[in-house]
Structures are given as structure tokens and as C-alpha cells.
């Protein structure tokens, strides 16, 4: 986008000699993600390739919908794996 008129009036910075335009995130209503276990009080354990990406994603919206395979009482999970 840079130098068309997507560009104009945005800010502009140069990294490694190249510029780039500036843009806020786009921040989604909703997150949608899967784990393998949670509490009642919204704590979430990811195991395998899901670890890769989706506690990113959990961050990423303002409200975050889980599907797990288990739900336990507070204290039960690890707190090393949240």
C-alpha cells in the first residue's frame, strides 16, 4: 500500500530500508478456540499442535469461546500448564 492512496495520511516508517505503513490491529469480537482441558474459572490447557497458535488466538478477542474435552474444578490443573 505504500505510495498508492491507501497510504496517504497514515504513518510511514522505514525498516531495513524499505517502508511500511502503520495500521492498528483489527481486534475481533470473538475468539474461537479448542483445548483439551479448562476450569470454571476460564483457565485453559492446550496440548499438541493446538499450542502452536490457538493461545494467541484466545487472546486476540474481546470474548473467547472455548470447546474443551474436560472441565474440572478450580485448583485441578497444573500451574505451570496455563
Given at each position: 500500500?505504500?505510495g498508492t492512496?491507501?497510504?496517504?495520511?497514515?504513518d510511514?516508517k522505514?525498516?531495513?530500508?524499505?517502508?511500511?505503513?502503520?495500521?492498528?490491529?483489527?481486534?475481533?469480537?470473538?475468539a474461537?478456540?479448542?483445548?483439551?482441558?479448562?476450569?470454571?474459572?476460564?483457565?485453559l490447557?492446550?496440548?499438541?499442535?493446538?499450542?502452536?497458535f490457538?493461545?494467541?488466538a484466545?487472546?486476540?478477542?474481546?470474548?473467547?469461546?472455548?470447546?474443551?474435552?474436560e472441565?474440572?474444578?478450580?485448583?485441578?490443573l497444573?500451574?505451570?500448564q496455563?
Open positions: 500500500g505504500y492512496p491507501v497510504a496517504e495520511g497514515k510511514v522505514e525498516f531495513n530500508g524499505r517502508p511500511y505503513i502503520l495500521e492498528e490491529s483489527i481486534t475481533g469480537e470473538f474461537i478456540v479448542k483445548a483439551w482441558k479448562a476450569d470454571r474459572f476460564g483457565n490447557v492446550f496440548r499438541h499442535t493446538a499450542m502452536n490457538n493461545p494467541l484466545a487472546t486476540a478477542g474481546k470474548i473467547t469461546v472455548a470447546e474443551v474435552e472441565i474440572v474444578e478450580p485448583g485441578e497444573e500451574p505451570s496455563i
